[in-house]
């Protein structure tokens, strides 16, 4: 049996000793127990390690406390010198504004000054950057932020003058535009009432002002008569609108007028109503006075005198003017017994809900309402058309087409082009009258065509 070598066991227990010693020397330490320089362990007294930890947390606070200090004083310097930004840019906005208030009107003094604080205001603004960029605070900002907030208080202020002084400027400069404008307005107001004077509300028949009754001739019946269709149609119009407020059949109410009539367009039957308004106002025209006074009217030139003097007479004053003066004249009372005929009763209640009007005129007192001045114009137009013609020697005379005649350039003017567009137009049918929209009239040798309304018949 071989021996045991020494060198071979004493490594193994060494390593073992050094091991239970490092956690014996681990555990003295926790417990308060340390090694002397002998190797001997003794016991730390428990009063000592607290004072130590006392006096490192109290280093440790005061230490917090400082930079709590510190910061708190950096986060207010920081403030100033952002409330400082802030008032250097409300003094830059403010002397822009007052540069640009110094620009109209020209002011070069004040140009400069507000040039002048501008460029200033720009360096500090500059000077505070680089105050910004080095952390070059102001530890005592009090005073600063309250210097700060004053000026831009003061900016603000001026900034405010400055716009009320513009503000006011452009009132100035509106105010003036308003009297300029007013005084054109006035200007053109005195124009349009000589216009009007010379118009006579409608109609351009102050070409008749210097007529005198040798130098008659058919276009002065011309003119008239264009005057009279176009009064006619804007009665028409607002008879039509009045129809459609009241919600009439305004088919069926054309049917009744005139009935069977193929139009070419649904519009189209404006003109029956147009028909209607011209049959009334013009029956009667070839007698004198429309025999308001029966048919014992004297003949002659110097009745003729008098039918040119009428015409004159009316010619140059407002219709309303007219009845306000002579509500019992001649043309009044063909005013009065035209409403009668051409409103029915059953029309004016139902487009006005009563008969006030109807009744007023009945009494020869002529209301100021928008139907009843159309009407009136209408019946002016009419009655000096009236008069004009029997101022000629011979008088002038009237005629209409009969339904179902042939188409006649001589005699007719078509009121729809689109009888002679249609593509339906053969040998077989063609174009023919429907009824007479306006009639036509003969002056001396001179024919004035009545328009008419064409619509497709059979021939036979």
């Given at each position: 049996?071989e021996a045991v070598r020494p060198s071979a066991v004493t490594p193994s227990?060494?390593?073992?000793?050094?091991?239970?010693?490092?956690?014996?020397?681990?555990?003295?330490?926790?417990?308060?127990?340390?090694?002397?320089?002998?190797?001997?362990?003794?016991?730390?007294?428990?009063?000592?390690?607290?004072?130590?930890?006392?006096?490192?947390?109290?280093?440790?606070?005061?230490?917090?406390?400082?930079?709590?200090?510190?910061?708190?004083?950096?986060?207010?310097?920081?403030?100033?010198?952002?409330?400082?930004?802030?008032?250097?840019?409300?003094?830059?906005?403010?002397?822009?504004?007052?540069?640009?208030?110094?620009?109209?009107?020209?002011?070069?003094?004040?140009?400069?000054?507000?040039?002048?604080?501008?460029?200033?205001?720009?360096?500090?603004?500059?000077?505070?950057?680089?105050?910004?960029?080095?952390?070059?605070?102001?530890?005592?900002?009090?005073?600063?932020?309250?210097?700060?907030?004053?000026?831009?208080?003061?900016?603000?202020?001026?900034?405010?003058?400055?716009?009320?002084?513009?503000?006011?400027?452009?009132?100035?400069?509106?105010?003036?535009?308003?009297?300029?404008?007013?005084?054109?307005?006035?200007?053109?107001?005195?124009?349009?009432?000589?216009?009007?004077?010379?118009?006579?509300?409608?109609?351009?028949?102050?070409?008749?002002?210097?007529?005198?009754?040798?130098?008659?001739?058919?276009?002065?019946?011309?003119?008239?008569?264009?005057?009279?269709?176009?009064?006619?149609?804007?009665?028409?119009?607002?008879?039509?609108?009045?129809?459609?407020?009241?919600?009439?059949?305004?088919?069926?109410?054309?049917?009744?007028?005139?009935?069977?009539?193929?139009?070419?367009?649904?519009?189209?039957?404006?003109?029956?109503?147009?028909?209607?308004?011209?049959?009334?106002?013009?029956?009667?025209?070839?007698?004198?006075?429309?025999?308001?006074?029966?048919?014992?009217?004297?003949?002659?030139?110097?009745?003729?005198?008098?039918?040119?003097?009428?015409?004159?007479?009316?010619?140059?004053?407002?219709?309303?003017?007219?009845?306000?003066?002579?509500?019992?004249?001649?043309?009044?009372?063909?005013?009065?017994?035209?409403?009668?005929?051409?409103?029915?009763?059953?029309?004016?209640?139902?487009?006005?809900?009563?008969?006030n009007t109807r009744d007023m005129v009945s009494s020869y007192q002529f209301?100021?309402?928008?139907?009843?001045?159309?009407?009136?114009?209408?019946?002016?137009?009419?009655?000096?058309?009236?008069?004009?013609?029997?101022?000629?020697?011979?008088?002038?005379?009237?005629?209409?087409?009969?339904?179902?005649?042939?188409?006649?350039?001589?005699?007719?003017?078509?009121?729809?082009?689109?009888?002679?567009?249609?593509?339906?137009?053969?040998?077989?049918?063609?174009?023919?009258?429907?009824?007479?929209?306006?009639?036509?009239?003969?002056?001396?040798?001179?024919?004035?065509?009545?328009?008419?309304?064409?619509?497709?018949?059979?021939?036979?």
């Amino acid at each position: 049996m071989e021996a045991v070598r020494p060198s071979a066991v004493t490594p193994s227990k060494s390593k073992w000793a050094r091991t239970l010693s490092k956690v014996l020397h681990r555990h003295a330490t926790a417990a308060g127990v340390v090694p002397d320089d002998d190797g001997v362990h003794k016991v730390k007294p428990k009063g000592t390690e607290e004072w130590n930890d006392s006096q490192t947390t109290k280093r440790l606070s005061q230490k917090f406390d400082r930079l709590h200090e510190e910061e708190l004083e950096t986060k207010v310097a920081l403030e100033a010198l952002i409330a400082k930004i802030f008032a250097t840019v409300s003094a830059i906005k403010a002397g822009y504004a007052q540069l640009q208030h110094a620009q109209s009107p020209y002011d070069a003094e004040g140009i400069q000054g507000a040039d002048q604080l501008i460029v200033s205001d720009l360096k500090k603004l500059s000077e505070l950057k680089q105050c910004f960029l080095k952390k070059q605070y102001d530890f005592s900002p009090e005073q600063g932020m309250a210097l700060a907030e004053i000026q831009e208080l003061k900016s603000l202020s001026t900034t405010f003058k400055i716009m009320g002084k513009k503000l006011e400027s452009q009132t100035r400069l509106k105010e003036s535009e308003i009297i300029f404008l007013k005084e054109k307005l006035d200007e053109s107001n005195k124009q349009n009432r000589l216009l009007e004077k010379r118009l006579n509300q409608s109609g351009q028949l102050f070409v008749l002002d210097n007529l005198h009754l040798s130098t008659l001739n058919p276009t002065h019946v011309i003119t008239v008569l264009r005057q009279t269709v176009k009064s006619i149609r804007g009665f028409v119009r607002l008879m039509i609108d009045e129809m459609k407020l009241a919600d009439w059949d305004i088919n069926a109410a054309a049917s009744s007028i005139q009935s069977g009539v193929m139009y070419w367009k649904e519009d189209d039957k404006c003109f029956a109503f147009e028909s209607f308004i011209c049959r009334e106002m013009f029956k009667a025209f070839h007698l004198p006075y429309f025999s308001l006074f029966g048919s014992s009217v004297p003949q002659g030139k110097k009745h003729a005198q008098v039918f040119f003097d009428r015409f004159m007479e009316l010619k140059s004053m407002k219709v309303k003017e007219y009845l306000e003066i002579k509500p019992k004249s001649t043309f009044a009372k063909f005013c009065r017994n035209k409403y009668l005929q051409v409103v029915h009763p059953k029309m004016e209640s139902s487009f006005f809900g009563n008969l006030n009007t109807r009744d007023m005129v009945s009494s020869y007192q002529f209301p100021d309402t928008t139907f009843f001045t159309l009407f009136a114009e209408m019946a002016k137009k009419v009655w000096l058309l009236h008069c004009l013609a029997f101022a000629f020697q011979p008088q002038a005379s009237i005629f209409q087409i009969t339904k179902g005649c042939r188409f006649s350039e001589v005699y007719m003017e078509s009121v729809a082009d689109e009888a002679f567009l249609s593509a339906d137009i053969g040998p077989e049918s063609e174009p023919r009258v429907a009824f007479t929209v306006v009639p036509g009239f003969r002056v001396g040798k001179t024919v004035i065509q009545c328009q008419v309304y064409l619509s497709q018949f059979k021939s036979r």
